[in-house]
């Protein structure tokens, strides 16, 4: 499970027939990508996890060429350019010393999002490179200069697309108890445990800690038997208005996805953004950003539940949007009053982050899963203090 962010997510961009996929395959030592002379081979973005030596574990992630054409083409550019927001560096491949707005506009972009990045000249072989930039010189071909690309690449990867972020570090000591409350309902896996649940289990043990797991059910017959005051305890979201009441004030109380929002997202803007709920007027657009797909069922949190909660809180009419996945949104970013992220547990920080930094510049307040349906239930602030101390 701890594997998400300890892989760097490695974006390659350039133009069609530059050589994205012959790179990829060279960079491997394997033929991962479709390799074709007809223009336009490669249409969404395809990730693939490898091995690089010398890097370790990566995505890559091969993308439609910056210069498509047609009403295809431009939704391809699309695709593409959303994938900058996702990744930790990108390489840009040029070739027959073909350079121009495409390429200027894509180091914008990259410069824009605080993306490092790495221009490789491919073909290098063929034809030298006479344009006035730092460059790599490489041939996917012969794998000429395949140890200086790969030396540069790792330059260029930032330390935290390596660090593995932790739930509960400095939130809980060695020896001390921490009690997870893990409904089972239609969501669950059919005899497994929901990722967060995991990551949480195994988190505590980073830390030397001890685990107590129960269902919501159980947890009040356990604390009375035992006697025990757990250091802290994490639940679901979804049952904080009932564990909030059999769980003592003085126990620290949290979420699975509150835990998630100060490990992966921006926890103070979510904190400050939380309270707009109270602000919320009819007609307000509402969005909801999942960050995985999955079957919906009835019990679905972000599309039925927290619509149906947060419209009997604020007793407004309000327009709700869900988007799952990491796809753009419908309309302009300016058009919602309110977007509330999931916990993210199936993306990296760098990716809730890109998702999410257009809102928080445009000033628009954002929430998580969690913190809202802690607002909802009148216990945000005894939510969130747990994680207040390392803000």
């Not at 998630?260 to 909801?288: C, S, W």
């Not at 009997?312 to 309000?318: C, I, M, Y």
Request: charged share 20%.
């Amino acid at each position: 499970m701890k594997g998400q962010d300890l892989k760097p997510h490695i974006g390659i961009f350039g133009r069609r027939n530059v050589g994205k996929s012959q790179f990829i395959n060279s960079l491997t030592g394997s033929e991962v990508s479709i390799v074709s002379k007809i223009a336009g081979t490669t249409t969404d973005p395809v990730r693939k996890a490898m091995e690089l030596q010398g890097i370790g574990p990566v995505i890559l992630i091969d993308t439609a060429g910056i210069d498509d054409v047609g009403g295809l083409g431009e939704m391809r550019m699309i695709k593409t350019l959303e994938i900058i927001k996702q990744i930790d560096c990108a390489i840009l491949l040029v070739s027959n010393n073909v350079y121009g707005n495409f390429e200027e506009t894509l180091l914008i972009r990259f410069k824009e999002n605080d993306l490092p990045y790495l221009i490789v000249h491919n073909k290098s072989d063929e034809e030298p490179l006479k344009l006035p930039m730092k460059w790599v010189e490489f041939s996917a071909l012969t794998r000429k200069n395949l140890e200086g690309v790969l030396v540069a690449l790792k330059n260029i990867i930032p330390d935290t697309a390596y660090q593995q972020p932790s739930l509960l570090k400095g939130i809980i000591n060695r020896g001390e108890v921490v009690m997870l409350i893990t409904p089972i309902d239609s969501e669950a896996p059919e005899g497994r445990m929901i990722l967060p649940q995991v990551m949480a289990i195994r988190d505590v043990l980073d830390q030397d800690a001890v685990n107590i797991v129960v269902k919501e059910s159980e947890a009040a017959e356990f604390l009375e038997k035992t006697g025990l005051k757990p250091a802290l305890v994490l639940t679901d979201s979804q049952v904080f208005n009932f564990v909030s009441k059999i769980i003592p004030a003085e126990i620290p109380l949290s979420s699975f996805s509150i835990a998630f929002a100060h490990m992966r997202g921006p926890f103070e803007a979510y904190v400050q953004g939380t309270k707009h709920i109270n602000e919320l007027k009819d007609g307000d657009r509402v969005l909801m950003l999942e960050s995985c797909t999955h079957q919906v069922s009835c019990e679905d949190i972000g599309r039925h539940k927290l619509p149906r909660w947060l419209a009997a809180f604020t007793h407004k009419s309000l327009e709700f949007e869900i988007v799952a996945g990491l796809t753009e949104t419908k309309h302009p970013i300016g058009s919602y009053a309110m977007i509330i992220q999931c916990g993210g547990c199936m993306i990296t920080r760098r990716q809730v982050l890109g998702r999410l930094s257009e809102a928080i510049k445009a000033g628009i307040p954002i929430s998580n899963y969690g913190m809202t349906i802690a607002f909802l239930n009148g216990i945000f602030e005894r939510a969130v203090a747990p994680f207040n101390k390392t803000v």
